[in-house]
């Protein structure tokens, strides 16, 4: 027998939170886009949507959530098929393995996560493969975490320097994760620092590096984020509730 992960009655229930929660999340969106200076239309939503359903996550994009964001290639490859992206985009955001690349071509509009040459120039040759280009964000390790994935930050020009010259993908901004032991203050000070980064490389005006997305802000601390200039939210479990391991 196949195995769901819900029943027909705990799907209806979470459909019904979810629109709760999304409701709630445009709302905070909103206000923090207004308290920023910005139009809350600037500001894109992302569901983050690892371990939830294909069946919750569709009901999320008929709900109007138009941005996806995977964290695990096999996950992503296993959904995919059920997806229905015709008025959805869908996006990478977890840690990549440079041998994973190629099962994400055709799948995904953007690569969040570029944080090695190696890394970027594989996409770049994948893309070459499959005749195509690819968007990609460089992940900034703000908080300097040894076991974080990431640029350091005093390498991020460098590296945005070599990675510029690749063929086929093209730099569309910066995302970060702050270390999650940080104070409320203390994320607020990495939300900024990402913030000065992202102005200081655009007014730079590299070749094939635009900033357009500063993707910061999780369930957690998205408000936040955007208060200190994000325009790229990932939200994940505020949206879709606590998230349900399978055991397999
Ligand atoms: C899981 C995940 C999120 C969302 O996390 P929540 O705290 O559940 O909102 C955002 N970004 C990345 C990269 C993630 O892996």
Redesign the pocket.
Same mark, same amino acid.
Do not use: D, P
């Given at each position: 027998m196949m195995e769901k992960l819900y029943s027909e009655q705990e799907y209806a229930q979470r459909f019904v939170s979810v629109e709760e929660n999304l409701k709630r999340i445009r709302e905070d969106i909103a206000e923090a886009a207004r308290k920023s200076g910005r139009d809350p239309q600037e500001i894109t939503l992302l569901a983050?949507t690892?371990t939830v359903p294909a069946e919750v996550i569709n009901h999320a994009i008929t709900l109007g959530v138009r941005q996806i964001?995977e964290?695990r290639v096999q996950e992503l490859c296993e959904k995919f098929d059920k997806l229905d992206l015709s008025q959805c985009g869908c996006q990478f955001?977890?840690h990549l393995q440079t041998n994973k690349v190629k099962n994400l071509m055709g799948k995904v509009s953007m690569i969040?996560?570029v944080d090695s040459v190696k890394l970027a120039g594989e996409i770049s040759r994948q893309c070459g493969v499959h005749n195509t280009q690819m968007d990609v964000l460089v992940e900034v390790n703000i908080g300097r975490e040894e076991n974080k994935s990431g640029v350091d930050p005093d390498a991020l020009m460098d590296f945005l320097a070599e990675i510029s010259s690749l063929p086929s993908i093209y730099v569309r901004g910066l995302m970060a994760?702050p270390p999650a032991d940080a104070s409320e203050k203390e994320t607020m000070q990495f939300f900024s620092k990402m913030q000065q980064y992202f102005v200081d490389i655009k007014t730079q005006k590299i070749d094939n590096v635009s900033m357009d997305y500063l993707s910061m802000g999780? *369930? /957690?601390d998205y408000a936040q984020a955007i208060l200190a200039g994000a325009n790229m939210v990932?939200?994940? *479990? /505020?949206l879709f509730g606590a998230?349900v391991y399978k055991n397999t």
């Open positions: 983050a690892k964001g964290n955001i977890g969040q996560s994760i999780m *369930s /957690a990932r939200v994940g *479990s /505020a998230r």
